[in-house]
């Protein structure tokens, strides 16, 4: 069964600040998703990984994977109170990029 | 991306009465698939709804409790049956495998629901 664990699952932090969430997976997979979901909203995709070693930035978030060590990072640049969300990741047991297993989330709170 | 519709977006239903939920999608997708959140909590999957053929449970969830239709590329339903207050979460679909779509899998807006 793939198990799939981000920690921290809570995080506050100061703006300005960077820090990093890490997702490991128990099972090997070459895709790797990042989700944002705000409160009482559905999810927004953030990055897509495909492949090991495949780093991926928006603003001010970047995402890496692993794919040896089943491990993905999404790190924080210069925090902002606008980046206040939960953050998912999920890993994908198919090729075809469908049927996805989540982490536990982090919820992350970024203090002015 | 694709555009993707649910409803009822919140519903609140009676111990032991059936709720049927609504995914729509603006674009043909290959698969479909019903995401259970329960509050607080991460997002599990229930099933994936092939078209032409009967939907693909996941451990822990069943047809007679939560059946489901997918009668064409761009439209699926989920019911939930004989409800109880455990089954009290959003419900969200998702979509991918597109023409319009990359690689990744898009969520609907879900569908809250809270069983008294």
């Known amino acids: 069964e793939l198990k799939v664990e981000q920690n921290p699952l809570f995080l506050s932090m100061q703006e300005g600040k960077n820090y990093t969430i890490y997702c490991n997976y128990s099972t090997t997979s070459d895709r790797l998703y990042w989700y944002r979901q705000d409160p009482g909203k559905s999810l927004e995709s953030l990055f897509v990984?495909?492949?090991?070693?495949a780093v991926k930035q928006e603003g001010r978030l970047m995402a890496s994977l692993d794919t040896k060590a089943r491990l993905s990072t999404l790190h924080i640049t210069a925090a902002v109170h606008d980046l206040s969300a939960t953050y998912f990741c999920a890993v994908d047991i198919w090729t075809s990029g469908s049927r996805l297993t989540f982490g536990e989330g982090t919820q992350l709170t970024v203090n002015p | 991306s694709a555009v993707i519709s649910q409803k009822p977006s919140r519903d609140i239903c009676q111990r032991g009465t059936s709720l049927t939920i609504q995914c729509q999608v603006d674009?043909?997708?290959?698969?479909m698939f019903w995401y259970r959140q329960q509050p607080g909590q991460s997002l599990t999957l229930i099933a994936t709804?092939?078209?032409?053929?009967?939907?693909?449970?996941e451990s822990g969830f069943v047809i007679d409790k939560f059946p489901i239709s997918r009668p064409n590329l761009t439209f699926s339903t989920l019911t939930v049956s004989n409800m109880s207050p455990e089954d009290s979460s959003i419900y969200l679909c998702?979509?991918?495998?597109?023409?319009?779509?990359?690689?990744?899998?898009?969520f609907g807006p879900g569908t809250r629901l809270t069983v008294l």
């Open positions: 709804a092939n078209q032409g053929s009967e939907a693909t449970y």
């Open positions: 990984l495909l492949s090991n070693g």
């Open positions: 998702s979509v991918a495998g597109g023409t319009a779509l990359t690689n990744t899998q898009y």
């Open positions: 674009s043909q997708v290959t698969m």
